[in-house]
Every structure is written in structure tokens, then in C-alpha cells.
């Protein structure tokens, strides 16, 4: 692939970047309703798809890495994984959830016991047991095994094929590498930089509003416009040494702290939480999430409401959706020499499992405080989302170590999510580099920080969080067809 299509895909989806941030902060209110407009109309409409389709991609990864291609290694048959299990375990996970499990490990059960499904009574315990279920769902499976379908493909190509770890490159099997050197080919890698840079600014400044309400909880230091300038700046000072440093240097050791925090937070909740509250709520939710797994994958009500359906699952679905090139081409690079079952498993499998093991904790720590507070004053905490942790936390022993090991990591989260993207656009706007250009990073990184201040400054994180993920909607089709790829590919093994 020569430089001008190396070129092409770079400039063409900086100037896109550029032009959706200049938008969103520019004309705030005009792309805040267009936004809007367009995600209403993506999920009313196709909803019954998005629940389809994600269902679909945890069927084929399970039903893959237990085939006979579950032997093929991503790599050489002589290839030997480039990092131990932990490391690769601790960058795949902080890149795919990290920041969203710490905003919301105690906000979403709460937001969800507040406000259920139309079935159920607000503030009861079948409210409770539904927000762990539902909570359960969103966080489980079907969000890694949708990362997996990239994931394995990329990885497949990348070090089995020596091809460029690009998305368009999981379309040789389909329609030829000619047609994927041309137009075809950079619609799709400008597309998933621009889905890639959307979705991680929306976290960028997700994570600066829940550290600011952290550090003012804890210290009272102003929440402000000059606050989250600091504290943007400082960290992506960070994350860009560490991604300019590259993945064995910075990232690796970035992710390897970030579980150990991560680890520390989760066990001292533990110990000063509602402990049986707390195993019964893990023992409970997991029966209810396998029980009723299917009928929820599934659940859509064709002759009432679906007010809270469309507000949570088809837009956790959705936004899965629009975070899959990033992770998925992430946790490709890391992953030379692993056997396709062991990808999916460890990329599908183990990570759902720590994330039920982490609301089986934050969970029944709000649920808990929840069941005793004045029910609005529950629904105001369940409302500040980014607050709502760190009141949990005054609750209980050890709260204000507690809160402060959990600022910290959620700055390790923010910078291990920003690294890793900043590593991934400048593959993806460089022919699928392994090993991308210093400057390329460089120009990522200050880019993702400066679209993240600006749309806080505007108010357009929500609105740029729903373009994001409304327009991630011709993903479904993209990956379906990677599905049809990869199986296409594997025949081609002598196995």
C-alpha cells in the first residue's frame, strides 16, 4: 500500500475530527439536536437489529473458539504470546471498559432501581434484582464478544497473513485486495478513526467530570472549566509519553497498575461493604443473567413501551458497537501468537466475568444504602452519576481511602483508554504500522485531549457520545460481514 492512501486516510479523518469538534462546540445546540435526531431514528427503528446482531457475534465467538478452528494460531505455528497472561489481561480490559466500570460500578444498578422496566415497581427489591441483572447484561458478554469479532479477525490477518492491521483489511476474503487498496477500503479505516476518536473524547471527558468530583469530594478543589484543563492536561502529558514510549514500555506498565489498583479498590469495597449482601447479589444475579439470557439478548416489546429499553440496552449495544474498532484493533496488537480459542475465551470470557464480579460489589454497596435513603434522595444520587461513588463511599469505613486509590485510578484508567487509542489511530492512518510513527502519536494525542476539552467547555460530550454512537450503526453490517470473513478465511487452513 503506497503513501497516498497512507495519506488519504490520515488527513481526510483529521479534517472529519476537526470538523464534528468545531461543530459540537461551535454550534452546541444545532448538533446536540441533529445527534438526537439521528439516534432516535437509528434506534426506534432498528433496535430489534442491534439486538440481533450482538446476540449473533457472542454465538459465533463461542461456537468458533469451541470448532476446530480454536487450534489456529494467530501467528507462525511456532509463535509464542508477546505478553504473560496478566499483562495481556490487564491492557485488553483497560482499554475496553476501565473508566465506564468505575462511573458506573455504582450509578447504573441505582439508576436502574430508581427507574425499571415498565413491569416493575421503582424502589422495591424486584427493582433491585433487576438492576443486577440488567446491569449483569450490559457488562457481561455481549459487549467482548462484539470487541472479539475485530479482535480475532485483525489479529488473524496481521500476524497468520502479514497484512496491514487495518479494518478494511478483513475484507481481502470478500472482495479482493484490489478493491480493498481503493476507495472501498479507506471509506471504512476513515470510518473507524472517526468512530474511534469520537468515542474515546466522550470518555476522556467523562473521566475528567467524575476525577474533578472526586478531588472536589475529597479536597474541595473547584469543579470548573480551569480544573478539567488541568487535569486533561496533565494526563495527556501521560498518555502520550506512555504511547509514544510504546506497548512494552508505557502501556503494558500503565495497564499492570491500573489492575493492581483496580484489585485494591474492589477488595476493601469488599471488606467493609454488605458482604452476604454483596455474594448473594453475585450468586443471584449470575442465575437470573444465564437464566434469562436469551430472553433478554432478545427482549423487545412490540405492543408497548420501550422507553427504557431503547435508553439502555440498544444504547449500550450501539455504543459497544461504535468502541469495537478501537478495542478490537488494540487487543489484535497484542495478541501474536495466542490460539484463536484462547483469544476469545480470554477476550470474551474472562473480562465479562470480572465485570460481574466488579458490580457484584459496587452494586449491592449502593443498592444497600439505597433500600434505607428517602427514595428521592436516591434518585438524586442515581441522576450525578459521576458523584454518586464517592457518596457511596462517605457511607462506609475507609471511605476516604477508598476515594482517594479510586481517583487515582481512574486517572491510570483515563490514560490506559487514551494510550491504547492514541496507538490505535496512528496505525490506522499509517497502513496498519505495527510500530506507527512518534509524530503520528503525537498529533492523535493532543487532538483526542483538545476535542474532549472543547466539547466539555460547550456541553456537547452527551451529544457527541449520541453522534458517536448513532453513526456506528453501519457497523452491525461491517461486522457481520467480518463474521462471513473470518469463516471464509479459516476454510482456507489445512487443518
Given at each position: 500500500?503506497?503513501?497516498?492512501?497512507?495519506?488519504?486516510?490520515?488527513?481526510?479523518?483529521?479534517?472529519?475530527?476537526?470538523?464534528?469538534?468545531?461543530?459540537?462546540?461551535?454550534?452546541?445546540?444545532?448538533?446536540?439536536?441533529?445527534?438526537?435526531?439521528?439516534?432516535?431514528?437509528?434506534?426506534?427503528?432498528?433496535?430489534?437489529?442491534?439486538?440481533?446482531?450482538?446476540l449473533?457475534?457472542?454465538?459465533?465467538?463461542?461456537?468458533?473458539?469451541?470448532?476446530?478452528?480454536?487450534?489456529?494460531?494467530?501467528?507462525?505455528?511456532?509463535?509464542?504470546?508477546?505478553?504473560?497472561?496478566?499483562s495481556?489481561?490487564?491492557?485488553?480490559?483497560?482499554?475496553?471498559?476501565?473508566?465506564?466500570?468505575?462511573?458506573?460500578?455504582?450509578?447504573?444498578?441505582?439508576?436502574?432501581?430508581?427507574?425499571?422496566?415498565e413491569?416493575?415497581?421503582?424502589?422495591?427489591?424486584?427493582?433491585?434484582?433487576?438492576?443486577?441483572?440488567?446491569?449483569?447484561?450490559?457488562?457481561?458478554?455481549?459487549?467482548?464478544?462484539?470487541?472479539?469479532?475485530?479482535?480475532?479477525?485483525?489479529?488473524?490477518?496481521?500476524?497468520?497473513?502479514?497484512k496491514?492491521?487495518?479494518?478494511s483489511?478483513?475484507?481481502?476474503?470478500?472482495?479482493?485486495?484490489?478493491?480493498?487498496n481503493g476507495?472501498?477500503?479507506?471509506?471504512?479505516d476513515?470510518f473507524?478513526?472517526?468512530?474511534?476518536?469520537?468515542?474515546?473524547a466522550?470518555?476522556?471527558?467523562?473521566?475528567?467530570?467524575?476525577?474533578n468530583?472526586?478531588?472536589?469530594?475529597?479536597?474541595?478543589?473547584?469543579?470548573?472549566?480551569?480544573?478539567?484543563?488541568?487535569?486533561?492536561?496533565?494526563?495527556?502529558?501521560?498518555?502520550?509519553?506512555?504511547?509514544?514510549?510504546?506497548?512494552?514500555?508505557?502501556?503494558?506498565?500503565?495497564?499492570?497498575?491500573?489492575?493492581?489498583?483496580?484489585?485494591?479498590v474492589?477488595?476493601?469495597?469488599?471488606?467493609?461493604?454488605?458482604k452476604?449482601?454483596?455474594?448473594?447479589?453475585?450468586?443471584?444475579?449470575?442465575?437470573?443473567?444465564?437464566?434469562?439470557?436469551?430472553?433478554?439478548?432478545l427482549?423487545?416489546?412490540?405492543?408497548?413501551?420501550?422507553d427504557?429499553?431503547?435508553?439502555?440496552?440498544?444504547?449500550?449495544?450501539?455504543?459497544?458497537?461504535?468502541?469495537?474498532?478501537?478495542?478490537?484493533?488494540?487487543?489484535?496488537?497484542?495478541?501474536?501468537?495466542?490460539?484463536?480459542?484462547?483469544?476469545?475465551?480470554?477476550?470474551?470470557?474472562?473480562p465479562?466475568?470480572?465485570?460481574?464480579?466488579?458490580?457484584?460489589?459496587?452494586?449491592?454497596?449502593?443498592?444497600?444504602?439505597?433500600?434505607?435513603?428517602?427514595f428521592?434522595k436516591?434518585?438524586e444520587?442515581?441522576?450525578?452519576?459521576?458523584?454518586?461513588?464517592?457518596?457511596?463511599?462517605?457511607?462506609?469505613?475507609?471511605?476516604?481511602?477508598?476515594?482517594?486509590?479510586?481517583?487515582?485510578l481512574?486517572?491510570?484508567?483515563?490514560?490506559?483508554?487514551?494510550?491504547?487509542?492514541?496507538?490505535?489511530?496512528?496505525?490506522?492512518?499509517?497502513?496498519?504500522?505495527?510500530?506507527?510513527?512518534?509524530?503520528?502519536?503525537?498529533v492523535?494525542?493532543?487532538?483526542?485531549?483538545?476535542?474532549?476539552?472543547?466539547?466539555?467547555l460547550?456541553?456537547?460530550l452527551?451529544?457527541?457520545?449520541?453522534?458517536?454512537?448513532?453513526?456506528?450503526?453501519?457497523?452491525?453490517?461491517?461486522?457481520?460481514?467480518?463474521c462471513v470473513?473470518?469463516?471464509?478465511?479459516?476454510?482456507?487452513?489445512k487443518?
Amino acid at each position: 500500500m503506497n503513501n497516498k492512501k497512507r495519506n488519504t486516510v490520515y488527513i481526510i479523518s483529521m479534517l472529519i475530527s476537526v470538523a464534528i469538534a468545531a461543530w459540537g462546540i461551535l454550534g452546541s445546540k444545532s448538533f446536540e439536536n441533529a445527534a438526537n435526531a439521528l439516534m432516535k431514528a437509528v434506534t426506534v427503528n432498528m433496535g430489534w437489529l442491534y439486538l440481533i446482531a450482538m446476540l449473533t457475534f457472542v454465538v459465533f465467538a463461542l461456537i468458533v473458539a469451541f470448532s476446530k478452528y480454536g487450534n489456529i494460531k494467530l501467528g507462525p505455528d511456532d509463535s509464542k504470546p508477546e505478553y504473560s497472561t496478566l499483562s495481556w489481561f490487564g491492557m485488553l480490559f483497560g482499554a475496553g471498559m476501565g473508566i465506564g466500570l468505575v462511573f458506573y460500578g455504582v450509578a447504573e444498578p441505582m439508576a436502574h432501581f430508581v427507574a425499571p422496566i415498565e413491569s416493575i415497581k421503582a424502589g422495591s427489591a424486584d427493582a433491585a434484582n433487576f438492576a443486577m441483572r440488567a446491569s449483569f447484561m450490559h457488562w457481561g458478554i455481549h459487549p467482548w464478544a462484539n470487541y472479539s469479532i475485530i479482535g480475532l479477525g485483525l489479529a488473524y490477518f496481521q500476524f497468520r497473513k502479514n497484512k496491514p492491521g487495518l479494518i478494511s483489511t478483513l475484507f481481502i476474503p470478500l472482495v479482493g485486495e484490489e478493491k480493498v487498496n481503493g476507495p472501498i477500503g479507506k471509506t471504512i479505516d476513515i470510518f473507524a478513526v472517526i468512530a474511534t476518536i469520537a468515542g474515546v473524547a466522550t470518555s476522556l471527558g467523562m473521566g475528567t467530570l467524575q476525577i474533578n468530583s472526586g478531588l472536589t469530594h475529597l479536597f474541595n478543589i473547584p469543579n470548573n472549566q480551569m480544573t478539567w484543563l488541568i487535569i486533561i492536561v496533565i494526563i495527556a502529558v501521560i498518555y502520550i509519553w506512555t504511547a509514544v514510549s510504546g506497548i512494552d514500555k508505557g502501556i503494558n506498565l500503565i495497564s499492570n497498575i491500573n489492575l493492581v489498583l483496580a484489585g485494591t479498590v474492589l477488595l476493601v469495597s469488599f471488606i467493609v461493604g454488605p458482604k452476604i449482601l454483596m455474594l448473594n447479589s453475585f450468586t443471584s444475579g449470575i442465575g437470573a443473567y444465564l437464566n434469562n439470557f436469551f430472553t433478554d439478548s432478545l427482549a423487545i416489546n412490540p405492543f408497548g413501551k420501550n422507553d427504557w429499553l431503547l435508553g439502555w440496552r440498544i444504547f449500550y449495544w450501539a455504543w459497544w458497537l461504535a468502541w469495537a474498532p478501537f478495542v478490537g484493533t488494540f487487543i489484535a496488537r497484542i495478541s501474536k501468537g495466542r490460539t484463536v480459542r484462547e483469544f476469545i475465551l480470554g477476550v470474551s470470557v474472562a473480562p465479562a466475568f470480572a465485570s460481574i464480579v466488579w458490580f457484584s460489589v459496587f452494586g449491592p454497596l449502593g443498592l444497600n444504602l439505597a433500600q434505607k435513603m428517602p427514595f428521592d434522595k436516591v434518585k438524586e444520587l442515581a441522576a450525578n452519576s459521576e458523584l454518586a461513588l464517592f457518596k457511596v463511599f462517605a457511607e462506609y469505613p475507609m471511605g476516604t481511602f477508598l476515594s482517594i486509590v479510586t481517583v487515582v485510578l481512574l486517572c491510570t484508567f483515563f490514560i490506559t483508554s487514551a494510550n491504547s487509542a492514541t496507538f490505535v489511530l496512528s496505525m490506522l492512518s499509517q497502513d496498519g504500522d505495527l510500530n506507527p510513527a512518534s509524530s503520528k502519536k503525537l498529533v492523535w494525542g493532543v487532538l483526542q485531549a483538545v476535542i474532549a476539552y472543547a466539547l466539555l467547555l460547550s456541553g456537547g460530550l452527551k451529544a457527541l457520545q449520541t453522534a458517536s454512537v448513532a453513526a456506528a450503526f453501519p457497523f452491525i453490517f461491517i461486522m457481520l460481514l467480518i463474521c462471513v470473513a473470518i469463516i471464509k478465511a479459516f476454510r482456507t487452513e489445512k487443518l
